[in-house]
């Protein structure tokens, strides 16, 4: 079973993309943490994904990011998400930094994570 891990402060969120992907995506497994220092300990070089939301309190997603890269964690297995339009994310994360940067807000880039998802469960 793939394990996904996400981590986003913001609650209703978090459900709303949890029983998405448990309902769509039976053979994956999802933990969910919404409190990033928590999240801290979940970070490990085995994970499938790692979903981060970038505009925490405490800890922002890109400390997060990093945090998960010295952990081990291949870049290509981690998605940044935030509320900020497209031109800051790709600003503020290089290409190739980390697999993709989501504005979890608009609905055409919940494309992009079925994608993923997709991918993950058909491996």
């Not at 709303?16 to 990033?36: A, F, G, K, M, S």
């Not at 940067?101 to 993923?116: C, F, G, P, S, T």
Request: some cysteine.
């Amino acid at each position: 079973m793939k394990k996904i891990l996400i981590i986003d402060d913001d609650r209703l969120f978090l459900d709303l993309l949890t029983n998405y992907v448990r309902e769509r995506y039976p053979d994956l497994e999802i933990i969910t943490c919404n409190e990033p220092l928590q999240g801290l300990a979940q970070i490990d070089k085995d994970l499938d994904l790692l979903l981060l939301d970038l505009e925490m309190p405490k800890m922002d997603g890109g400390k997060l990011l990093s945090y998960a890269i010295e952990k081990g964690l291949d870049r290509r297995r981690i998605i940044i998400l935030s509320g900020r339009d497209a031109d800051y994310l790709h600003e503020r994360f290089a290409m190739g930094e980390c697999l993709a940067v989501l504005n979890k807000n608009e609905a055409r880039q919940k494309v992009v994570l079925d994608m993923i998802f997709d991918a993950l469960q058909k491996k």
